[in-house]
C-alpha cells in the first residue's frame, strides 16, 4: 500500500507563495492519478486539483485556476502544488490523495489513500 507524505505547509502573507511537496512510498507510482485537497476549520474537504499518470491532464477547482499549479516527477515519486497569489480563503489543511486505479476524478470518495495533510495559513 502507498503511503503518502506532505510537506511544505507554512505561514505566508496573502499575495505570497508556497510550494507543497507529496512523497509517496512504492514502486507503483507513477500508475496513480493524484489529487490534492484541502480543509478548512468547519467545512468540508473539498477539491483542488489532480494530475494524471503521465502528467500530461491536470484540471483545478475554479477557486484556484491561474494561480495553483500541480506538477509531478515520477522518476522520485513526489507530486507538488505550486501556490501562487496566495489569499485568506486558501487557508486550510491540504492534503494529497491517490487514485490507484488510475482515474480523472475530483470526487474525494474515489481517492484510496491519504497522507496527513500540512497546514497552509494565509494572513491578511
Known amino acids: 500500500q502507498v503511503q503518502l507524505v506532505e510537506s511544505g505547509g507554512g505561514l505566508v502573507q496573502a499575495g505570497g507563495s508556497l510550494r507543497l511537496s507529496c512523497a509517496a512510498s512504492?514502486?507503483?507510482?507513477?500508475?496513480?492519478?493524484m489529487g490534492w485537497f484541502r480543509q478548512a476549520p468547519g467545512e468540508e474537504r473539498e477539491f483542488v486539483v489532480y494530475?494524471?499518470?503521465?502528467?500530461?491532464?491536470?484540471y483545478y477547482a475554479d477557486s484556484v485556476k491561474g494561480r495553483f499549479t500541480i506538477s509531478r516527477d515520477n522518476a522520485k515519486n513526489t507530486v507538488y502544488l505550486q501556490m501562487n497569489s496566495l489569499k485568506p480563503e486558501d487557508t486550510a489543511v491540504y492534503y494529497c490523495?491517490?487514485?490507484?486505479?488510475?482515474?480523472?476524478?475530483?470526487?474525494?470518495?474515489?481517492?484510496?489513500?491519504w497522507g496527513q495533510g500540512t497546514q497552509v495559513t494565509v494572513s491578511s
Open positions: 494530475i494524471s499518470r503521465s502528467g500530461r491532464a491536470t
Open positions: 512504492g514502486r507503483s507510482f507513477s500508475t496513480y492519478t
Open positions: 490523495a491517490a487514485d490507484r486505479l488510475g482515474r480523472l476524478r475530483g470526487e474525494k470518495n474515489v481517492y484510496d489513500t
